[in-house]
C-alpha cells in the first residue's frame, strides 16, 4: 500500500501543466497531458477551445471549437475551400460544368476519325497494314469502358474531393491522353493510342462526367431532373462543337500521297495480296484508290495508283492540337467550381414531406445500393438502352457513308456524313436538357418506359430504308434516315440525363454522386458491346456481300483487274486490295451494290436490346427501408 501511494504521489509531480494553445482567429485552446501508465498507450486528450474572453477568466467551454486544421500547399483545390458564401448565385455554376463537360464531350465526335485512321498508312485507300475499322472503333469502345472502371473506382474519392480537383485531374487525363494518341497515330502503335485515348482519355472522360453533375443536383435540389440536364447537355452537345473543329484540322494538315498515275498506266504486280509498283528501281508497295475513295477526301485528287508511306490524314496533327485547346478549356472550368454549405436550400424551398411514386427522402450509401436489386434492374435498363445509342453515335459517319454515299454520291459526301455527325450530337444535346426537364413532370420511370415504346420499333423498322435504297435512291428514304436516327439518340441523351434524377429519387442524393460512378458501368458495357456487335455483323455482312459480287465476276477480268486468281479471295480481302467500291466496277450491269444492307442485322439486334432494357424498367420498385442509412432507418421507424 506504501509503494502504490507512492507510486501515485510521483505521478502527480511529474504530471505536466496546462498548455495554451493561440489559435488563427486569437481563440485559445487549453490542453491537458497525462502520461502514460505502465502498459498503457499514451493517448492524446481532447482539446478545449476558449475565447479571448475564457482565456482571461479561465472559464473553460469545450464546444467553442478545436485547434485549427493544418493546411497543405493544394488546399486551393480542396472541397472545403470552394464552399461558396451565402447569397451566392447558383447559375453561375452552370458554366462552370459546361467548359468541362463541352471539352470531353467531343468524344461522341469519334467517328470523324474512323476513316483516316483506317488509312493512316494508304491516305487515299487503305493499305495491308493499316487497321481495319474494328480495332479503331475498339479505341472508342474501351475509353468508355475506362470511364465506367474510374467512375466505380473514384466516385467515392470525386465526392470527398470536390469538384474542382476532380476537374482538374480529369483535364490532365484528358489532354495528356489526346496527346499520346496523336503520338501512336504519328507512328502507327496501335497500343499507344489505346494508351493514350482509351485508358488516360477514358479516366478524364469519367471524372470530367460525373463531378459537375452531382455538384448541379446539390446546387438544384429542387429540381433534380433540369439539374442533371444542365450538366449533361454540354456534354452531349460537346461532338456540335469538336466535328467541325475535327473536320476543320483534319482537312488543314491533309496532305496527299505520291501519285503515280492512272492503274492501267503502271505496271502493277500482286505479292501475297499486296499491290507492288516498281520506283526508282525498287519494289514500292501501292493502294489503289477508286472514285468512290477518292470522293471522300477533303481535296480534289485522281483515281489510281498512289505511294504507301506518304501523305499525311492529319491526324496526329489534329489530336496534339485538340490536347492544348481541351487542357485550357478544363482548367478554366475546374477553376470557376464552387459548391453550396452543408445543410444549404433555395430560398423559399423545403423538402416535400412525402413524394410521389419512387422518390424516396432517405439515403442509402453507394456500398449498400449495391445489395438491392434496384441498382442491378436500371444498370441493365440503362446497358440497352445505350446500346443502340453509343452504336449509331460511333460509327455516325461511317454508317452514313456506307449507305448512302454509293447511291447518292452527290448528295452524301464527306462533307454531308461530318455534317450527320453534328446533327446526332446536337440531338444528343436537346435529348440530354428537353427529356431531363419533362421526367420531372412524367417521371423517370414513366420517361424510361417511354424510350423503349418508340426505340424499340423504330430500330426494328429501319432496315427497310437501306434496302430501298438500293433499288430507288432519293431524298425521302435519306431523310427518314436521318429523322430516326436522330430521334433514337435523344433517348440516348436523355437516358443519361434522367439517370442522377432516377438514383437520386431511389437512393437519395447524399450518395449519387458514387452510385452515379458505379451505374455509369452499364454505360461502359454499352459501348463495347454495341460497336462490337456493329463491327462482327459488319464483318460478316461485307464478306457475304464480295463473296455474292465476287460469283458473278468473270474468273479472267477478276485476275487481270487484282493480279491473282479467284482462289487467293482470302488474302487479297485481308490486305484490302479486293474491296466493295473496286468489285463494283467490274460486275456486270444491272448488279446492286450491297453496301446499304451491311447494318440491317445490327438495328435488328439493337431493337431487341431496347425491349430488354423497357422490361427491366419496369420491374423497377421503391428501395426498401432496411437499406437505408441507419440513423435515418431509425428515425423513419
Not at 479503331?136 to 465526392?159: D, K, R
Amino acid at each position: 500500500a506504501m509503494l502504490s501511494l507512492a507510486r501515485a504521489r510521483l505521478v502527480a509531480a511529474h504530471a505536466p501543466a496546462p498548455r495554451l494553445l493561440l489559435g488563427r482567429a486569437g481563440a485559445c485552446a487549453l490542453h491537458v497531458g497525462t502520461p502514460a501508465s505502465s502498459g498503457e498507450v499514451n493517448k492524446e486528450q481532447p482539446t478545449a477551445a476558449v475565447s479571448p474572453a475564457s482565456a482571461a477568466t479561465g472559464t473553460l467551454h469545450a464546444s467553442e471549437g478545436a485547434a485549427p486544421t493544418k493546411r497543405g500547399l493544394l488546399h486551393f483545390l480542396s472541397k472545403e475551400h470552394i464552399v461558396a458564401p451565402d447569397g451566392f448565385n447558383r447559375w453561375k455554376s452552370v458554366p462552370a460544368a459546361f467548359l468541362v463537360q463541352l471539352s470531353i464531350g467531343s468524344v461522341y465526335a469519334w467517328s470523324i476519325f474512323n476513316s483516316p485512321l483506317t488509312r493512316q498508312l494508304g491516305v487515299v485507300a487503305p493499305s495491308a497494314d493499316d487497321w481495319s475499322l474494328a480495332p479503331v472503333v475498339n479505341i472508342f469502345s474501351v475509353c468508355a469502358f475506362s470511364l465506367g472502371a474510374s467512375t466505380a473506382l473514384l466516385g467515392p474519392w470525386a465526392e470527398r474531393a470536390g469538384p474542382r480537383k476532380v476537374a482538374l485531374t480529369a483535364s490532365l487525363a484528358w489532354s495528356t491522353g489526346l496527346l499520346l494518341t496523336g503520338l501512336g497515330a504519328l507512328q502507327h502503335e496501335l497500343a499507344l493510342m489505346y494508351l493514350g485515348y482509351s485508358v488516360l482519355g477514358g479516366i478524364g472522360w469519367g471524372l470530367g462526367y460525373i463531378s459537375p453533375v452531382s455538384t448541379l443536383i446539390r446546387w438544384f435540389p429542387d429540381r433534380r431532373g433540369l439539374a442533371g440536364g444542365l450538366a449533361l447537355t454540354a456534354f452531349g452537345g460537346g461532338a456540335v462543337l469538336a466535328t467541325p473543329i475535327n473536320e476543320f484540322l483534319l482537312n488543314t494538315f491533309f496532305e496527299l500521297p505520291t501519285y503515280l498515275g492512272a492503274t492501267d498506266a503502271v505496271s502493277l504486280i500482286t505479292e501475297s495480296g499486296r499491290r507492288f509498283a516498281e520506283v526508282d528501281g525498287s519494289l514500292r508497295e501501292v493502294v489503289i484508290a477508286t472514285a468512290t475513295d477518292t470522293a471522300k477526301l477533303p481535296v480534289d485528287a485522281s483515281p489510281g495508283v498512289y505511294l504507301v508511306g506518304t501523305g499525311d490524314t492529319g491526324a496526329a496533327k489534329t489530336f496534339a492540337t485538340l490536347s492544348l485547346g481541351y487542357l485550357i478549356s478544363m482548367n478554366i472550368g475546374a477553376f470557376m467550381q464552387r459548391v453550396p454549405r452543408d445543410g444549404w436550400r433555395p430560398d423559399g424551398w423545403t423538402p416535400p414531406v412525402e413524394d410521389k411514386g419512387l422518390v424516396g427522402q432517405k439515403n442509402v450509401h453507394h456500398n449498400e445500393a449495391l445489395r438491392t436489386p434496384q441498382f442491378y434492374l436500371i444498370w441493365s435498363a440503362v446497358a440497352c438502352y445505350a446500346t443502340a445509342g453509343v452504336t449509331v453515335l460511333s460509327c455516325a459517319k461511317t454508317v452514313m457513308s456506307d449507305i448512302f454515299a454509293t447511291a447518292m454520291p452527290g448528295v452524301v459526301t464527306s462533307a454531308f456524313a461530318a455534317s450527320y455527325v453534328m446533327a446526332l450530337s446536337g440531338s444528343n444535346m436537346a435529348g440530354r436538357l428537353g427529356w431531363a426537364g419533362i421526367s420531372d413532370a412524367l417521371g423517370r420511370k414513366r420517361t424510361y418506359l417511354l424510350f423503349g415504346l418508340v426505340s424499340a420499333p423504330t430500330l426494328a423498322l429501319l432496315p427497310m430504308i437501306p434496302t430501298s435504297i438500293v433499288t430507288s435512291p432519293g431524298v425521302a428514304p435519306l431523310a427518314a434516315f436521318y429523322a430516326a436516327t436522330m430521334l433514337v439518340v435523344t433517348f440516348y441523351g436523355g437516358l443519361f440525363s434522367v439517370l442522377p434524377a432516377y438514383l437520386s429519387d431511389l437512393f437519395g442524393s447524399k450518395h449519387v454522386g458514387a452510385i452515379h460512378g458505379r451505374a455509369l458501368t452499364a454505360w461502359s458495357a454499352a459501348a463495347i458491346l454495341g460497336p462490337s456487335i456493329l463491327t462482327h455483323m459488319r464483318s460478316r455482312s461485307y464478306d457475304d456481300a464480295v463473296t455474292s459480287l465476287v460469283s458473278t465476276v468473270d474468273p479472267v477480268v477478276f485476275e487481270k483487274t487484282f493480279g491473282a486468281p479467284v482462289a487467293e479471295l482470302s488474302s487479297l480481302v485481308a490486305s484490302k486490295t479486293v474491296t466493295i467500291p473496286q468489285l463494283m466496277e467490274i460486275v456486270p450491269a444491272g448488279v446492286l451494290d450491297p453496301s446499304p444492307t451491311l447494318y440491317n442485322t445490327t438495328l435488328y439486334a439493337m431493337s431487341a436490346l431496347a425491349a430488354v432494357a423497357m422490361v427491366s424498367n419496369a420491374f423497377i420498385k421503391p428501395v426498401s427501408p432496411k437499406h437505408y442509412i441507419k440513423e435515418e432507418s431509425k428515425a423513419q421507424s
